[in-house]
């Protein structure tokens, strides 16, 4: 326990054993004559309540020795004093003063009592001075509001709220503001809805409270719920408003996601007419500039610093921290070291907020500067500052140095603290070092190694198993957190769920999808179902085929946000329904939502998918008029795209000349867009645009194995043997080869692989009587072999059997034959180069015949086969 420091403790409250103690006294000279005037409690009450606490006490004692005997309100400011400094053996002397004096009983000592002993952790004593009152002597509201207080304070929320039933059933006892604010907030933290909306109810009954004080109580309850809705309807139901109204629906609308919804009010706070009392304080400005910084609204931000300017709060530090962090988030690394410069004093928090910007932005080399700038201030870096440092590398940016660096950290975590009292938080980032570097060893080795762990640490493995192209081990990892008891949270779910896009894992979806579900109705689960999870499920379902399940999804969220958008209108696109994707893009526009680069992108591949021309030239125009994003490369090469496969490739070269001059593209930066044109070239048969554009490429990329295979292809495509024959000969002589044709299904959650004219597979033998079966039901109904696609000079018979045993339709026949005619079924299969033209005629065929789905992801698309027909139209 800690003293009043300058004293003993013991005995604290009895005269000093010498009478010379006096001779410079701070006691009055009247105290010493009239032992009983009031004025020496004034004086105690007056010291106490300017914090003087030491000579409060010291003057207590004085007048003690002198044979004054203090009153209520003396004992009841020193037991007040005693609660700030924690003394408890100093309240517990005051307490029993207050008995031997006959003031135990008295209204203020006793509810300063129960206050002493609630902030000493003595909850018991305080409850044993409340029950000592006698039934005969009605309890006080003071008394009651103290006790409920004490319980509420210390987390025990259910007897609080029960001492409250207890007050309402008491005669003659009246609730006052404190009491409902004490238990409104028991309320809040407990989340007991029910008694909260009685409790509600109970104040609109009793007109005589402070209307704007019990508000301001129920709105912050209410967003502390997430019940949003209600917490503006309060807001809304309001008379008369102050700061703290305002501020208590931004700040609960911002800690819930709704920050367009805050940044309204504070614009309706700023914009309101004649200028308001109330006006914007510094908790206003904290709360805007978060949400500002998590929806990247830089001009509202610096709208809001100006303001800052202008009230004098921009040198605050807070303010500074919130500057900084916003425009790290924004993007204005530059904007943000100036406010960190300007700052007249800063804290660790300073330095976080910078270093953070930096490691948002990828700006490693000045995050490191920072850093050791921050050594030299003799600021000394906290946990938050490592971690920090550790997650500042992103996978694409990782050199040796930066992972040298990173060891470095860790070593140096190591030695200055002991390994057990390191934070999870550090251990955390240490793990994501680790797998940034692909030190993916090094990484579960930390793991394995930690004596505690939380939902990140799960988390940051299975996100970097994910990063590394390790899926089965990041499912197997998620399986693991469940068996040890750990509850995954949203941002769980969207990792695993991406795992689930990447392995092209429908079924595996399913489950998870059902498991979330389950999680969100179950009472104790931290998850609730929020837009990242719907996102990511949206996605996911997308990814794997079953773009109907994303629609529902999506229909289904009760809330979307651009990224809900943009992966609708893409899935669309990949999956060949263009329309849709524009229709998805008109209904964004119309529920306010910008779009932003990703969005475009995705538009403008529905357009190339579907050889809209003129759409596609409209909606790259209008890119950089409805978001504020430029063209980047990727948009420049579904144009080119878009152009060459529609056959205008006059504009597809112009576009690449436009994109190189636009972005300031050379040599091998630029290869990707004459690669796309290339393709288009081999896709159209264009043979001498195609030869001279795989020249092109050839110059600056002579190893380049896709352009040496497309061009061996466009000349065997016109009868140019020879020259096909050349090109195969240089790739064997520079040792490229072509990426073999390989395709899989999952059966049973069983991944089946098949390469052309396989004869490794344990069912080969069904396999190939299935495949002759169905090429028999085909070839009844009209199919005829496209042998002019064989890419090899052989006659017509050894050309058929080189479609025929294509690793797709090893596959599918491996799938019917393992599922059979299931009612709305479908069979999915996945090959890693672009499907064959003969193959895609052959899978429209099958799917009338076997009366199934089948749905086939090639490495540019989707194609969905029914009933004869496939999704893209026949367009690709």
Known sequence: ????????????????????????????????????????????????????????FQLFRELLASGWTPDEFALGSLLKASSTLSDCCLGEQLH????????????????????????????????HVFDEVPLAEEVDVPTWNSVISAYAFHGYYDECLLLFGAMLGAAQLTPTDATYAIVISACSASKEVRIGKAIHAMIQKYQMLDEIKMHNSLISMYAKWGHLEEAQKVFEAMAARDVVSWNAIISGLEQHGE????????????????????????????????????????????????RLIRSNLDGETSTGNSLITMYGKCGE????????????????????????????????????????????????????????????????????????????????????????????????????????????????????????????????MIDGCLTNERCRDATMLFVEMHTQGFQPDHSTFSIILTVCSRLVSVELGKQLHASAVKQCLHASSPLTFSLSV????????????????????????????????????????????????????????????????????GLLSACAHAGLVEEGTH???????????????????????LFGRSGQFEKAEATIEIATSHLGLEGVSCLWLWKVLLGACHARKQLELGIRVGRRILEVDPDDETT??????????????????????????????????????????????????????ENRKEIYEKLE???????????????????????????????????????????????????????RVIKNLRVCEDCHRWMKFVSEVEGMEIILRDSRRFHSFRKGKCSCGDYW
């Open 534 to 601: 719907n996102n990511a499920l949206v996605s996911m379902y997308s990814k794997c085929g079953s773009i109907d399940d994303a629609a529902q999804v999506f229909g289904r969220m009760p809330k979307r946000d651009v990224f809900s958008w943009t992966a609708m209108i893409t899935g669309f696109a990949h999956h060949g329904m263009a329309y849709r994707s524009l229709e998805s893009f008109e209904a964004m526009k119309a529920d306010g939502i910008r779009p932003n680069a990703v969005t475009f992108l």
């Open 96 to 127: 029993a003063k207050s008995i031997r004096a006959g003031l135990a009983s008295e209204r203020g000592v006793r509810t300063s009592l129960v206050a002493m002993y609630s902030a000493n952790g003595l909850l018991g004593e305080a409850r």
């Open 773 to 827: 079966e169905l090429d028999e039901k085909c070839r009844d109904i009209g199919y005829v072999p496209m042998t002019d696609h064989v890419r090899h000079d052989v006659d017509e018979a050894q050309k058929e059997a080189v479609l025929r045993y294509h690793s797709e339709r090893l596959a599918v026949s491996f799938a019917l034959l393992h599922t059979g005619k299931r009612k709305g079924g479908a069979i």
């Open 1 to 56: 326990m800690t003293t009043v420091s300058s004293a003993p403790v013991q005995p604290l409250l009895l005269p000093a054993p010498s009478p010379r103690a006096h001779t410079s006294s701070a006691l009055p000279r009247n105290a010493r004559r009239d032992h009983s005037i009031p004025s020496s409690s004034s004086l105690i009450l007056h010291k106490t309540m300017r914090g003087e606490f030491s000579q409060s």
């Open 708 to 761: 040496h295979v497309l061009l061996s292809n466009i000349y065997a495509a016109f009868g140019l043997w020879k020259d096909a024959l050349e090109v195969r000969r240089l790739m064997r002589e520079k040792g490229l080869k072509k990426e073999a044709g390989c395709s899989w299904v999952e059966i049973g959650n069983r991944k089946h692989v098949f390469v052309a004219a396989d004869g490794f597979h």
């Open 259 to 306: 920050c367009e919804n805050a940044l309204a009010f504070l614009r309706r706070l700023a914009g309101l007419k004649p200028p308001p009392v109330v006006q914007p304080n510094r908790i206003t400005f904290l709360s805007a500039l978060s949400a500002i910084a998590t929806i990247s609204g830089l001009k509202l931000g610096k709208e809001v610093h100006a």
């Open 619 to 641: 909606y790259f125009n209008l890119m950089s008029k409805e978001s504020d994003a430029e063209p980047s490369i990727e948009h420049y090469a579904c144009l080119v795209d």
């Open 333 to 460: 690394v530059a904007t943000g070291r100036l406010t960190f410069e300007r700052l007249p004093s800063r804290d660790v928090i300073s330095w976080n907020s910078m270093l953070s910007g930096y490691a948002q932005n990828s700006q490693l080399g000045s995050c490191y500067e920072l850093f050791k700038a921050m050594q030299l201030s003799g600021s000394r870096p906290d946990f938050r500052t490592m971690t920090i440092l550790l997650c500042a590398m992103s996978p694409g940016s990782v050199s040796s140095s930066s992972c040298r660096l990173g060891r470095e950290i860790h070593g140096y975590l190591v030695r200055r603290a002991a390994v057990k009292s390191l934070p999870v938080s550090v251990y955390n980032g240490i793990v994501t070092m680790y797998f940034k570097c692909d030190r993916v060893g090094d990484a579960e080795k930390v793991f394995k190694g930690m004596s505690e762990r939380d939902s990140h640490t799960w988390n940051s």
